[in-house]
């Protein structure tokens, strides 16, 4: 189930208990610091269909992404169950610890 949620800050903060994709979309702003928007687009039982749903999602906004530089490009990310990623975040992958 996907879930939305806020942190200490008050950013909303996406969830699932089950594997997920989401798309991390650049606004396309050019001025200031450019910010992804993420949004969940699948849950999957397993971490292998999540990664082929990725692979899939990436396949079909590749030609959209040609021409920008790659700091501009939307992503796909694979998150396991439980991960909790900002909605709105200044890159696309996120915190890796």
């Not at 903060?13 to 050019?30: E, P």
């Not at 700091?71 to 610890?97: C, F, M, N, Q, W």
Request: charged share 30%; no cysteine; aromatic share 6%.
């Amino acid at each position: 189930m996907i879930q939305e949620s806020v942190n200490h800050k008050n950013h909303i903060l996406l969830s699932s208990d089950h594997w997920h994709v989401l798309r991390a979309r650049w606004t396309g702003r050019a001025s200031g610091t450019p910010l992804y928007v993420r949004a969940i687009v699948s849950e999957h039982d397993d971490k292998a269909s999540a990664v082929k749903a990725g692979h899939e999602l990436v396949s079909s906004f590749q030609s959209e992404m040609e021409g920008r530089t790659p700091d501009t490009r939307d992503k796909a990310l694979v998150r396991r169950p439980g991960y909790r990623s900002l909605k709105i975040s200044r890159t696309a992958e996120g915190h890796r610890a």
